[in-house]
T-cell receptor, first 111, second 116 residues
């Protein structure tokens, strides 16, 4: 039981490049979330999903897209990366919303 | 909309001393409140949660928190801090998003340093 895993762990992009972050969970959780964490800002919700095939916007969705084609996976895409998207990205999942299980994070730098 | 304020950005305590981390929330209904801990380079781990009932809740690693509705506070406490408690602590409030899911709104965090 791996819990929540994130791929990759680190990535450096040039401005304008695209990439996809993968979040996978093996706990059969319905709800999945993508957050970004910036120094002094706490965690801010980017997008979330309440089930396979559904997604919704969070607090800071601009510049990101998501997809949940399979229940266990939640993908976060950056179509044209900007330096303002330099951050640590966390994925979380839960079956009942109140105990969210977090992945180890992806550190993204956009130059 | 809900919000969480953690007034202290950084706190330093000596090992063995007591600890209190402050958290104030704003939410129109009965809040669901949480404390998470993040060790360096790690994801977040749930310490404890409050939904209803007893206003003093116990969590893992010897932590407890007290919900005070009149003060809109949910402060985290530990009687005796260990060096391994050095981490960043996040308070969060949960609310129904209206889209079939609940969301957590996090405070900006309090970094705890422990002096041996």
């Amino acid at each position: 039981n791996a819990g929540v895993t994130q791929t990759p762990k680190f990535r450096v992009l040039k401005t304008g490049q695209s990439m996809t972050l993968l979040c996978a969970q093996d706990m059969n959780h319905e709800y999945m979330y993508w957050y970004r964490q910036d120094p002094g800002m706490g965690l801010r919700l980017i997008h979330y999903s309440v089930g396979e095939g559904t997604t919704a916007k969070g607090e800071v969705p601009d510049g990101y897209n998501v997809s949940r084609l399979k229940k266990q996976n939640f993908l976060l895409g950056l179509e044209s990366a900007a330096p303002s998207q330099t951050s640590v990205y966390f994925c979380a999942s839960t079956i009942n919303f109140y105990e969210q299980y977090f992945g180890p994070g992806t550190r993204l730098t956009v130059t | 909309a809900q919000s969480v304020t953690q007034p202290d950005i950084h706190i330093t305590v000596s090992e063995g001393a007591s600890l209190e981390l402050r958290c104030n929330y704003s939410y129109g209904a009965t809040p669901y409140l949480f404390w998470y801990v993040q060790s360096p380079g790690q994801g977040l781990q749930l310490l404890l949660k409050y939904f209803s009932g007893d206003t003093l809740v116990q969590g893992i690693k010897g932590f407890e928190a007290e919900f005070k509705r009149s003060q809109s506070s949910f402060n985290l406490r530990k009687p005796s801090v260990h060096w391994s408690d050095a981490a960043e602590y996040f308070c969060a409030v949960g609310a129904y998003s209206g889209a079939g899911s609940y969301q957590l709104t996090f405070g900006k965090g309090t970094k705890l340093s422990v002096i041996p």
